[in-house]
């Protein structure tokens, strides 16, 4: 993760859900009991949006995943934008306590990503740096553009579970969609703006335009010592997750999220 950066939100709270203080790791299956039985539908504490926290309750997406495997599971939960909706990111982690600690840092002008808009939400490129035992996600968020000269922009997102949810912006594509009568789109290339901008000044900055290929490579260029894998990353939309609370089902339905990510991308 870039250093130096200005921090645009910080975000940290503990939910103790439990009071109970574990001597030794829980396992996963314990962990995603937990999950199940602290779902809490219509309660503060509860890692579900229900329509009582938020009228666009339906927008938001479940997984359950081990971004930084370091055996304590998440809660990874997104909501789609669009439409005048914002979009919204988390990830609470399972705690010693049973509860849940999830935190939010946004790397110098990064915005919140709206990763439910590409494929790259359920296939994730992975690369792990393996001197500092960090894993960066690749996620892809899309846009329309409205009164803009272009059409739509694609900015590509680096998240990393470092205590806190690690969201940074590292390149965009913006994209004309083709005239009528023909197929030829027209697409350009971009940095953040805020690379070239001190840190605490507020500015936004001129992105700095680039090619495609560097684009394409970029990962490589951020990471460059990291060794690439992938993750599987299994959603489950919010109604199939309500209709599931308070049976035998939901727990079921969490461990198979859990485990079509602990299986894939191994080293």
């Known amino acids: ?88 990111i988390r990830c609470e982690e399972f705690n010693e306590n049973g509860g849940r600690t999830w935190g939010l840092f946004f790397a110098g002008g990064s915005d919140v990503p709206d990763i439910m808009t590409n494929e790259s939400a359920a296939e994730p490129r992975v690369f792990y740096e393996r001197s500092d035992d960090r894993y960066n996600y690749i996620f892809v968020s899309s846009k329309e553009l409205d009164g803009d000269e272009w059409d739509y922009v694609d900015t590509k997102v680096a998240v990393t579970l470092r205590g806190d949810l690690q969201i940074e912006d590292l390149a965009m594509v913006k994209a004309k969609l083709p005239a009528p009568g023909s197929d030829l789109a027209e697409r350009k290339f971009f940095l953040p703006g805020w690379l070239k901008v001190e840190a605490e000044s507020g500015q936004v900055g001129t992105p700095e335009e680039i090619d495609a290929v560097r684009y394409a490579n970029l990962e490589k260029e951020h990471f460059p010592d990291a060794e690439e894998t ?15 609370i308070g049976t035998a089902e939901l727990p079921k339905v969490l461990e198979s999220s859990y485990n079509a990510f602990e299986n894939s991308g191994k080293r």
Do not use: H
């Open 1 to 88: 993760m870039t250093k130096g950066k200005k921090l645009a939100a910080t975000i940290l709270a503990t939910l103790a859900l439990s009071a109970t203080v574990c001597a030794a790791p829980r396992s996963a299956s314990e962990q995603i009991q937990i999950f199940a039985e602290t779902v809490n539908s219509g309660q503060e504490g509860g890692w579900f949006v229900s329509p009582e926290k938020d009228a666009n309750w339906n927008r938001w997406f479940y997984a359950v995943t081990d971004l930084d495997r370091d055996g304590r599971l998440e809660i990874f939960k997104a909501k789609r934008g669009g439409e005048g909706i914002a979009p919204e």
């Open 230 to 244: 992938y993750a599987i990353i299994s959603w489950y939309r919010a109604e199939e997750i309500q209709k599931r």
